[in-house]
């Protein structure tokens, strides 16, 4: 009897763990195919659909249209009243790379070194990272992972927000990080003088030069030897942007530090590159369209760049790249966990001068063009991956509720920290004592 005591209570001990377990884990994901129906559609390249249905099959977009016919056994959904959107791409974050800002181990996107190409974003990120399942709740379904600091700061990737590993969210893209030198000053706390900042520029400029004749210099004796010229893996990390083979991503904002950088890509004959943050483009607008270059700018919620500017030359900055004829990209901000905010970066860009299509595409199909995956992602189309997300208005209104969202055909549990923490607080159990 004391023995049969003695399981029952293992037994019973046992059920509770698991029972534990279960609700301690967040919801999985779910695939399958799936009618969305009833729904506006917003294509993004091929107009707006009234009424109509995509049709999910084997992660891809199957069909879509006003009349589509719906395979027996496929799970619909009405989405009577509600929009579908291709999925939005963030195409400047940390994501995955940075869980607590002020707490060193949980952050992994600047390593030590000035010229690091070689060092990969993609074998550093966390897929249980808490930021994502925050991120893709509003819509945002696939980042760019930069790393930071340094000249040349490391190889960063295009991820969807969804897989157990970084190889299953990796998007397609990956793109070496130059932080161009800089001639202004580092913030309100820079004391030093004018000829201190001018010395110091001209030295990181003569650095990056120095860095990149060693590149160019290995790449022929690389081509030359057919691949034996060395273990040096800085230098081999760049041959494929020497090479037009990889894109090089050049981070620069002040207006004088553009124009410095566009000299610099033409005298070194860079075949493919994007300029990426460029908050003050608007000055220069005009060169920067004249050399074909695209830009990633943002965040576009943020601060002037000089005391004496408008107050909102930031929000105005897209729509005036967009307008001297630049291709434009937005993305949020690579320093900090913001990244949900990403359609209200494109939602002041609209409010402040661009125009609402522009900047939709701005933050879809755009970036998937500039990263060469926009036969994946970035509009609702017939082959293309089922990354998209559903949602009852504008995206870029804060008041509009997100209902579903789809990554390669996966259907994402609309669950997050920010979610629970919600909805503990706003059923608060006992509650305020009456």
Not at 27 to 50: C, D, F, M, R, S
Not at 189 to 216: H, Q
Not at 364 to 376: N, Q, R, Y
Request: glycine letters at 10%.
């Amino acid at each position: 009897m004391k023995g049969l005591q003695t399981i029952m209570g293992l037994l019973t001990a046992i059920v509770c763990i698991v029972v534990l377990r279960v609700e301690a884990q967040s919801p999985k994901g779910k695939y399958g195919n799936v009618a969305l129906t009833n729904a506006t559609i917003e294509t993004v390249t091929k107009g707006t659909i009234q009424n109509g249905i995509v049709l999910i099959v084997d992660g891809k977009i199957a069909a879509v249209g006003a009349n589509v016919s719906i395979p027996s056994g496929t799970e619909t959904i009405d989405c009577k009243g509600q929009f579908i959107y291709p999925g939005m791409i963030d195409a400047g974050t940390n994501l995955g790379l940075s869980e607590i800002s002020s707490v060193a181990r949980t952050t992994d996107f600047n390593e030590i070194g000035e010229v690091i190409p070689q060092m990969k974003a993609l074998t550093a990120v966390n897929p249980n990272a808490s930021a994502i399942p925050v991120t893709r709740v509003s819509g945002v379904t696939t980042a760019l992972s930069i790393p930071t600091g340094g000249m040349l700061s490391g190889t960063a990737a295009l991820i969807n927000l969804h897989g157990y590993t970084p190889d299953q969210m990796f998007a397609g893209f990956e793109g070496i990080v130059l932080n161009f030198p800089n001639t202004g000053r580092r913030g309100f706390f820079d004391r030093r003088t004018d000829e201190e900042i001018k010395k110091a520029s001209d030295k990181a400029l003569a650095s990056l030069n120095d860095v990149w004749e060693k590149a160019t210099q290995y790449q022929k004796l690389d081509s030359a030897t057919k691949g034996k010229a060395g273990y040096y893996p800085e230098l081999q990390a760049l041959i494929p942007v020497l090479r037009g083979e990889q894109t090089l991503l050049v981070e620069v904002n002040a207006s004088k530090d553009i124009q410095a950088a566009l000299k610099w890509l033409k005298e070194k004959k860079v075949k493919k590159s994007i300029l990426t943050g460029v908050a003050e483009g608007w000055r220069v607008a005009d060169e920067i369209a004249k050399s074909g270059i695209p830009v990633i700018t943002g965040g576009v919620l943020e601060l002037p760049t000089r005391d004496y500017d408008r107050y909102d030359k930031a929000y105005a900055n897209p729509g005036l790249l967009k307008k001297a004829g630049v291709k434009v990209a937005i993305k949020s901000e690579s320093n900090n966990n913001n990244y949900r905010n990403l359609p209200y970066h494109a939602g002041f860009a609209v409010a402040y001068g661009m125009n609402k299509e522009d900047a939709l595409k701005a933050v879809t199909i755009i970036p998937a063009e500039l990263f060469g995956v926009a036969s994946k992602l970035g509009s609702i189309e017939v082959g293309k991956s089922a990354t998209l997300f559903i949602c009852n208005g504008d995206p870029f209104e804060t008041k509009t509720q997100v209902s579903h969202v789809f990554i390669e055909g996966w259907s994402m549990p609309m669950v997050s920290r920010q979610t629970e923490l919600y909805n503990e607080f706003l059923k608060r159990e006992p509650g305020v004592k009456k």
